[in-house]
């Protein structure tokens, strides 16, 4: 009786908008929130790596060592939980309560299941980092951190599950609000381990580690508990039969979410590659590109918010069989994210040498680092646009479940167009460290034209 009367309720709950502008809102309110749990993520990560720094700039870059390999195993993971949200928004879309809880019981076996040989990778760290011709002291330093970071896997894919059904039925707030109360947590945990404060052990990088392991537990259980106990949530049962695994659904979940997680590790691994062609230039090109590149990544926070709701605003719309909906969701969502993006790209372009100064200082020592990283940003201007775009039509192809041409695309204008083209031009065409980031824009804009291509050939398609 219960699913019945939800299933009469939720296609209210999930209508269309009458008029773009409409959709236009409910876009934005589904994206902010997502937007601002992300910066929260990335503010936890910068407050770790600033707690570290106080051991030393050896510890540092075991710190960025680490991350390296876990970051390869994690993404993995990220792709699969990630598919919740299609899932789980077409399901709300449909009215369909029962698939809600189904599309979150999956993700969350799915966050286990792959966490377990997930982890072999951050705890034998060291021995991947020897074979790729690392220092022993740098290698040995990252496994301490890796020790303790590698237990969070499982807990930081299960939150993942937990938020993307929470944006997928309309309430992104809660896992934002968890996100808020972690970051001083997170901060305080990490200082108190590093250094042995209030009675606890001092455990140097290792407890940096484990502090984040903590954390990520704490926020599963938070939103765990908020999705058992809380309305809406607790209406839709999320955690009946939790102990089953649905293995015709998890097909689908796998099936949306490989590819999505290929297609993230070709980007990662465009963005490490870069690094070693910036190794191969000078030590300046690579300071001036780790920082232009952390700036790119805290603004790519933005557009990523938008691309989530796009998915949750598509998926609803494909899910209730509207395909005119799905056309205005793609259509609000990139029109957003183009006038976001254009606007973050002026504030860069406009205070890009402030940056390089905020990082370097201003001495004449660093003139020529800051000058080469206000280059690099503005000729990240363009790399922003198109990266945002991708990110954006991503998002809405994933919520009509099309992720395996997105692959496609990724391999295409990563590692077809950027890769040779940025080689071409910053060693054969004289460029250096610009010629890199030039390649990589073209790249992102070949893939960005591709995925829109895609979004609007399947939308008329499903329209006729």
């Given amino acids: 009786m219960l699913d019945t009367v939800q299933y009469q309720a939720q296609p209210q709950a999930g209508a269309p908008p009458n ?16 937007m601002l749990t992300q910066l929260g993520q990335i503010a936890m990560i910068t407050t770790d790596l600033a707690m570290i720094g106080r051991l030393g700039e050896d510890a540092v870059a075991a710190a960025a060592l680490a ?11 990220l792709g699969l939980t990630s598919a919740v949200s299609p899932l789980a928004a077409q399901a709300f879309g449909a009215g369909d309560v029962r698939r809600i809880r189904r599309s979150l019981r999956v993700g969350l076996w799915a966050a286990l299941l792959i966490s377990l040989p997930m982890m072999a990778s951050p705890l034998y760290g060291e021995q991947i980092l020897l074979a790729l011709g690392q220092m022993p002291q740098s290698a040995a330093l990252a496994q301490h951190y890796l020790n303790g970071l590698a237990w969070g896997i499982a807990p930081a894919l299960g939150f993942i599950a937990l938020r993307s059904m929470m944006s997928a039925v309309n ?10 109360a972690a970051i001083p947590v997170n901060a305080a945990l990490v ?27 704490g ?57 070693l062609l910036m190794g191969l230039i000078s030590t300046a090109a690579i300071a001036a ?11 790519f926070m933005v557009p990523l918010g938008i691309g989530m709701a796009a998915t949750v605003r598509v998926g609803h719309a494909f899910g209730r069989d509207d395909m005119v909906a799905v056309r205005r969701a793609g259509l609000a969502a990139a029109v957003l994210g183009i006038a976001f993006v254009a606007a973050l790209t002026v504030a860069i372009i406009l205070g890009r040498y402030e940056l390089g100064r905020l990082f370097f200082g201003r001495s004449e020592a660093s003139a020529a680092t800051v000058e080469l990283t206000a280059t690099l940003l503005l000729v990240g201007a363009s790399f922003f646009i198109a990266d945002g775009l991708q990110t954006i039509m991503g998002g809405a192809l994933r919520g009509i479940n099309d992720t395996r041409m997105t692959l496609v695309f990724a391999a295409i204008g990563y590692w077809c167009v950027a890769f040779p083209v940025a080689w071409v031009l910053a060693f054969h065409a004289g460029l250096g460290a610009v010629g890199v980031w030039i390649g990589f824009s073209i790249g992102s ?15 008329r398609r499903l329209a006729e």
Avoid at 19 to 34: G, I, K, S, W
Avoid at 67 to 77: A, E, K, L, N, R
Avoid at 230 to 259: C, E, N, S, T
Avoid at 445 to 452: K, T
Wanted: hydrophobic share 60%.
């Fill in 191 to 217: 200082y108190a381990l590093i250094h042995g404060l209030f009675g606890l052990p001092e455990l140097g990088l290792f407890g940096a580690g484990l502090a984040t392991t903590l954390v990520n537990l």
């Fill in 67 to 77: 991350h390296t390999v876990y970051f390869v195993s994690f993404t993995f993971g």
């Fill in 19 to 34: 008029h773009l502008a409409e959709e236009f809102v409910e876009t934005l309110r589904l994206a902010v929130p997502m």
């Fill in 289 to 299: 590109h780790q920082i232009a590149l952390q700036v790119t990544a805290v603004l």
């Fill in 219 to 275: 926020t599963f259980l938070a939103a765990l508990a908020i999705a058992g106990l809380r309305k809406p949530f607790a209406d839709y049962h999320p955690l009946a039969r939790l102990w089953r695994i649905d293995w015709p659904l998890m097909r689908q979940l796998v099936a949306v979410g490989a590819p999505i997680s290929f297609s993230l590790l070709l980007e990662y691994g465009l963005f490490s590659s870069a690094a």
């Fill in 171 to 180: 309430r992104p707030q809660a896992p934002l609000w968890i996100t808020v």
């Fill in 445 to 459: 804009f070949v893939y960005a034209a591709l995925l829109i291509l895609r979004f609007r050939m399947l939308a």
